[in-house]
């Protein structure tokens, strides 16, 4: 089955910095990785999503690349702010008939 | 538009007790997904239903736990005995109509087995 690795699995940064989290999966068939936002007592929140035909898509501060033949996505932040201090999952899903996996989580903590 | 909702949001038992938790998802959506997430770790899928069939149900331990969807909207999740390792927060989701759609997460119930 499909295996999604996250790291690093702790990140801090100063407010107005960019942030960076990589993941990498295993199944080469996967073509859907969404990546979730989780708030301290609150499930997890889709913040952007690709699909293996774009290699990158981009959402105001927020953007995701993808990288077919390394076999690995990352999430990329530009200025952030304390708000965005929260645990970053990234997850794959194969398609048809197959579950979404999800990654361990990445803390963010931005620092005012 | 209302969000996914569950209940309790806390729920605290001892070991061989039972446990079930309510999922009601966003209106519309046929696709409803019961999650367990262990501290410090990401949701792993338990058992996925479109209407009221279950579409994978590959990683529920079907010794203690089991989940119906009744009329493809609501959806009960049971613990029968709930054991120490079961503590973790139940996440339920549901999605428009398959795995192409985003899902959308409720809050989750936070269970500790004692």
């Known amino acids: 089955g499909e295996n999604v690795e996250q790291h690093p699995s702790t990140l801090s940064v100063q407010e107005g910095d960019s942030a960076v989290i990589k993941c990498t999966y295993s199944?080469?068939?996967?073509?859907?990785f969404p990546w979730y936002k989780q708030e301290l007592g609150k499930g997890p929140q889709l913040i952007i999503d690709?699909?293996?035909?774009?290699g990158e898509k981009k959402d105001q501060r927020i953007a995701v690349t993808l990288n077919k033949t390394a076999k690995h996505f990352s999430l990329h932040i530009t200025e952030t702010q304390p708000e965005d201090s929260a645990v970053y999952f990234c997850?794959?899903?194969?398609?048809?008939?197959?579950?979404?996996?999800f990654g361990k989580g990445i803390t963010l903590s931005v620092r005012p | 538009e209302a969000g996914v909702a569950q209940s309790p949001r806390y729920k605290i038992i001892e070991k061989r007790q039972s446990v079930a938790f309510w999922c009601n998802p966003i209106?519309?959506?046929?696709?409803l997904y019961w999650y367990q997430q262990i501290l410090g770790q990401g949701p792993k899928l338990l058992i996925q239903?479109?209407?009221?069939?279950?579409?994978?149900d590959s990683q529920l331990p079907k010794d203690r736990f089991s989940a119906e969807r009744l009329k493809g909207v609501d959806s009960t999740l049971k613990i029968q005995p709930a054991k120490l390792e079961d503590s973790a927060v139940y996440l339920c989701?549901?999605?428009?109509?398959?795995?192409?759609?985003?899902?959308?997460f409720g809050p989750g119930t936070r269970l500790t087995v004692l």
């Open positions: 997850a794959a899903h194969t398609g048809a008939n197959s579950k979404l996996t």
């Open positions: 209106s519309g959506h046929a696709t």
């Open positions: 690709i699909r293996s035909n774009v």
């Open positions: 239903f479109q209407n009221n069939g279950v579409v994978d």
């Open positions: 199944d080469s068939a996967s073509n859907y």
């Open positions: 989701a549901s999605s428009l109509v398959s795995y192409r759609d985003t899902q959308y």
